[in-house]
């Protein structure tokens, strides 16, 4: 029954939300914005089921191995990829900000992806090596943007904790240390963690699809997956704590969430150092085994 989701499938749903949009300042429909979000929800649901029925089809190969072309190693489903990336942080700000009308600026250009995609699916894909070596780079950008962010995370924490106890104390401003305000501090926590999940899952799913591209299988218990996984797992959960519930975005408690994720960060990087993933004989050992 999931092979028989296509692209009209979540493009209806889309649009169904883009009407619900449009119409706001025209007709008065009870719970809008529950309406605009389940059919947003929907419309990501059967995308991403799409999606994974087309990564299926890809790997379909003899004894599980890899057929040419790689996976996700096409204009096509990159294009299908971005629009999803973009109909998910439009979902996420719906939630957020369900008075706005982000949907105006937002789901035209989810839409136009999805349109772009159809208009090159008879492109020529990549072959193995060059979809392998394409994630890889893509792997190696975000996850470099979401340690980054991690990192500016954990130092803007730490300025907020030290602000907080020296306005406590009444310490004047005027002489020594002197730190941006507690609600600026905050929202830029805020913000670093939000986008180093964001990195950290992009840079996640494209190791998973370089692995796929390479070695035709992923090893999930091999520290090299594992602890970039677990570091994302909290990345998320923070997230999730920070966005729903209320007096985690009060006081200390973003600081304490930022320098958590430091510290994940910390066992993630020393478990990929300690299993050598992404050194010059891992890269060889995928290498040979994705020569056809």
């Known amino acids: 029954m999931l092979s028989r989701v296509t692209v009209s499938c979540f493009v209806g749903s889309y649009l169904i939300a883009m009407a619900l949009e449009l119409t706001r300042p025209m007709v008065r429909i009870p719970a809008r914005t529950v309406l605009i979000a389940t059919t947003t929800l929907l419309g990501l649901v059967l995308q991403a089921i799409y999606l994974s029925t ?25 294009s299908l990829l971005l629009a999803w990336a973009v109909a998910m942080v439009y979902f996420v700000l719906l939630l957020r900000r369900p008075e706005t009308t982000i949907g105006y600026f937002l789901i035209p250009p989810v839409l136009g992806l999805i349109f772009l995609a159809v208009m090159v699916r008879q492109w020529a894909p ?27 995370g954990f130092v803007v924490g730490l300025m907020y ?13 005027s002489r020594g240390l002197r730190l941006p305000t507690l609600e600026w501090l905050q929202k830029l926590s805020r913000g670093t963690l939000v986008f180093s999940t964001v ?14 591209n390479a070695q035709g299988e992923v090893s999930w218990t091999s ?35 930022t320098l958590a994720s430091f510290g994940f960060l910390i066992l993630a990087m020393a478990g990929v150092l300690a299993s050598g993933h992404g050194g010059v004989d891992s890269q060889r050992t995928g290498s040979r085994e994705a020569a056809p």
């Open 161 to 173: 904790l030290v602000q907080s106890m020296r306005l406590k104390r009444k310490q004047p401003g």
């Open 223 to 257: 520290r090299g997956i594992l602890f970039p996984v677990c570091l994302l797992v909290w990345l998320l959960a923070a997230t999730v704590i920070e966005f729903f519930y209320r007096p985690a975005r009060q006081g200390r408690k973003v600081a304490y969430l």
């Open 126 to 152: 990549f072959n193995r090596a060059e979809a392998a070596s394409l994630w890889r780079m893509i792997h190696g950008i975000a996850m470099l943007l979401g340690a980054a962010a991690v990192l500016i």
């Open 54 to 78: 087309l990564a299926r089809t890809e790997v379909d190969g003899a004894g599980g191995m890899l057929s040419e072309p790689g996976l996700f190693a096409d204009w096509y489903s990159w």
């Open 199 to 212: 990195a950290v899952a992009g840079g996640t799913l494209a190791g998973v699809i370089m692995t796929l």
